[in-house]
């Protein structure tokens, strides 16, 4: 806001239009005498405006009655058209006439000649501060009007009796009016309509929370609506407070409006589409979730109906389908399905969707061909969306809005694709769950056929492997009676000594029969252990005596062999076992390490007792083992290589009898043994079973 200053009396330039030359000269002295600048004079009007717009002063002393066409008053009111500049009458008398028309020229101070010093300085005064104070009322109206002017809201001003006091450009734009309406009653020019309606409060995170809300709105001649946002005011007096008026503001905030509306249906979609997808991509949704989320999937997007169809089945057979209008009032029932021009439009569409296009329309945009799947099923819009199964084509998904015609913006058409895309992969990882499953199950009855063929076969060798035993065990008793016999009578037997020959002979049988009756004897144990019915018989015995037993045993063919055996020292252990059995475990270690241990060697036998247990170690040697060759030695009928110290070959069944005997009587047999070097068997026999 600008101020205007009253200037100083030095700088104060004033004009004189006086046509009495003597009262001129006394008014220029007085001016002059107070420091006044008096820029210039005129005895008429003509002279007297031409002057002013030259010298341009501050202030105009103006007689009335001057000299020519134009009195005083008649230039004053040109002065204050053309230069706006104060006027101070001075007359030598005022009548009533005059007085009314000089009130028109708006002067600021009347002066009654003879005028006096202090009667002229102070009429200048109060006429300079009279009008600094009009200037600058005028300048600030100007100012507020001209803001109120450019301001985009439309303001109105009305008085009491509500008649417009001021309209700014703005509002005549806003009301389509172009002619003043200052003076006229408000509601002839400003009357919005006024609703109630439900509103979403975008402040909340409850989106769908509706709230009921004022529309104000002023109907446009081509239907549409202006929706406004309006305030009123009250204008009061400041100091009485009493109401003058009121000032109303309002602007237009369709766009707005339209561009929330947009942001909660895209919201709405979203979150529809959203939810949908978590149910889609659970792996626990099975038929009956999904029905429920496309219902609740058609609420969120405003569709009436959904279904979902196969394309490679029967025509266009429904795989799974949820109406909405259905499950409220049965009105259209899905198996009414699609009349015919549907079927034709698809066919006629199949490539479209094939190549991953919507298919999509309104009311006012509905293919030919549809017509009377429209009527019959009251579509306003709709849309089909192509579902795709390992990369082709495999169905379709058909969206019906029943109330709305839509404009399909490529917004809308984007969730629709989304949601495409989902259910293909519903439907992908679907199926393959069911392949999946289908393997399974084929596999789980495979591996359950086999497992079966396999009981029947493990039982039928085993039922042949006991017939085997019991066949073995029957065949070794047989054989051992005439065995004993042979062995017994050919050493019974003494031929005269021309029959060298023949007693030789004798001595092979008798040697033959013993290896045999070997054989014998450990298939018979074997066959026992293999049927589970080798016997023990557990009883308290001197484990000393016993080994000692079998070394005295040996020692026959130890000595034949020139070998020594180191005898274990005396230790009281009292074992409770087989004896016979543990003693054909020691005789089986002696033969073994007296046969694989050359001429002149040396076996030592160590008797240890821990208290825990007792370990008897059979040290030779002999031949020894190799590592490969220690892993096989326990089973059945192994042997390693050829025989080449013994007399008599083995049966390659004597160590798995005796690791079988050692862990009937919970023991274990260890081997420490090195090629060339000699074996060191160690059987281990808990003392406190
Ligand atoms: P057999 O002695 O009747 O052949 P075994 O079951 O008693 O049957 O022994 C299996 C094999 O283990 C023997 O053939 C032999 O190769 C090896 N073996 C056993 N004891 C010794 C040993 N003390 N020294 C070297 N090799 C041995």
């Known amino acids: 806001m600008t101020t205007v200053p009253i200037k100083e009396k030095a700088e104060t330039k004033v004009f004189i239009v006086e046509d009495d030359p003597t009262i001129h000269m006394h008014l220029e002295f007085m001016l002059k005498n107070k420091g006044y600048l008096v820029v210039g004079s005129a005895a008429n009007s003509n002279d007297a405006i031409e002057s002013i717009r030259v010298t341009n002063p501050d202030l105009i002393l103006m007689d009335v009655s001057i000299e020519g066409e134009l009195d005083g008053i008649d230039t004053a009111l040109i002065i204050k058209e053309e230069f706006g500049k104060p006027v101070v009458f001075i007359t030598s008398f005022f009548d009533e006439n005059t007085i009314a028309r000089a009130k028109i020229a708006t002067p600021y101070g009347y002066l009654i000649k003879p005028v006096s ?30 803001s109120l002017g450019s301001i985009s809201d439309g303001i109105i001003t009305i008085d009491k009796d509500e008649k417009i006091k001021f309209i700014n450009q703005s509002a005549e734009k806003l009301l389509g009016h172009t002619n003043s309406m200052i ?161 034709l439009y698809l066919q006629d569409s199949v490539d479209i969707l094939r190549s991953n296009n919507l298919l999509f329309g309104n009311l006012n945009s509905f293919p030919e061909q549809l017509r009377t799947t429209i009527s019959f099923r009251g579509i306003k819009s709709f849309i089909l969306i192509p579902i795709f199964y390992q990369h082709s084509l495999d169905g379709f998904v058909f969206f019906e809005d029943t109330m709305q015609v839509r404009d399909w913006p490529e917004e809308d058409l984007q969730i629709f694709r989304i949601i495409g895309d989902l259910i293909s992969t519903f439907i992908e990882r679907t199926r393959n769950e069911n392949l999946i499953k289908n393997h399974r199950d084929y596999l789980e009855k495979l591996v359950e056929e086999k497992t079966s063929e396999l009981q029947n076969t493990v039982k039928l060798a085993q039922a042949a492997n006991i017939a085997k035993s019991e066949f073995l065990a ?57 049927s589970g019915k080798m016997l023990i018989v557990k009883a308290n015995f001197q484990l000393y005596d016993s080994l000692l037993n079998s070394i005295l045993i040996m020692m026959p063919q130890a000595t034949k062999k020139n070998m020594k055996i180191l005898q274990p020292e005396k230790l009281d252990i009292q074992f409770y076992g087989d004896e016979k059995r543990i003693r054909q475990v020691f005789i089986n270690f002696l033969s073994n390490a007296i046969k694989f241990t050359g001429e002149n060697g040396l076996i030592e036998i160590i008797l240890k007792n821990t208290g825990d247990y007792v370990e008897i170690s059979f040290r030779d040697t002999g031949v020894g083992i190799s590592i490969e060759h220690q892993k096989f030695i326990f089973d059945k009928f192994y042997q390693v290589g050829q025989i080449m110290y013994s007399e008599n070959e083995g049966t390659g069944l004597g160590l798995s009898i005796s690791k079988h005997i050692v862990e009937t009587h919970g023991g274990l047999i260890l081997l420490d043994s090195e090629p060339g070097k000699g074996s060191t068997f160690t059987i281990r026999l808990p003392l406190k079973v």
């Open 183 to 343: 003076g006229e009653f408000l509601n002839t020019v400003y009357n919005p309509i006024r609703e109630k309606v439900d509103a979403v409060d975008m402040s909340t995170e409850y989106l769908f929370l509706n709230q009921q809300k004022d529309n104000i709105y002023l109907p446009q001649k081509d239907g549409t609506k202006v929706f406004l946002e309006e305030t009123v005011r009250p204008i009061q007096e400041n100091r009485t407070g009493n109401t003058l008026g009121k000032i109303i503001v309002f602007k237009d905030i369709s766009k707005r409006l339209y561009l929330e509306h947009k942001i909660v249906i895209r919201l709405r979609y979203e979150i529809g589409v959203s939810n949908f997808s978590k149910v889609l991509l659970s792996p626990f949704t099975n038929l009956e979730t999904l029905n429920t989320s496309f219902r609740d999937l058609l609420s969120f997007l405003n569709m009436t109906r959904v279904s979902y169809s196969n394309i490679s089945e029967i025509g266009y057979e429904t795989y799974f389908s949820v109406n909405e209008e259905t499950v409220a009032n049965d009105t259209i029932p899905l198996s009414i399905g699609y009349p015919d021009d549907f079927k």
């Open 117 to 146: 010093p202090k009667d002229l300085y102070i009429a200048i005064d109060i006429c300079l501060y009279n009008h600094s104070m009009e200037t600058q009322l005028k300048e600030n109206e100007e100012w507020f009007y001209t």
């Open 474 to 530: 029957n065949m070794s008793h047989e054989l051992r009676t005439p065995l004993n016999s042979i062995i017994g009578f050919s050493k019974l037997i003494r031929l005269p000594e021309e029959f060298n020959k023949e007693q030789e002979f004798l001595g092979y049988i008798n040697s033959a029969g013993n290896h045999l009756l070997k054989l014998v004897n450990d298939i018979l144990d074997i066959s026992k252990m293999e």
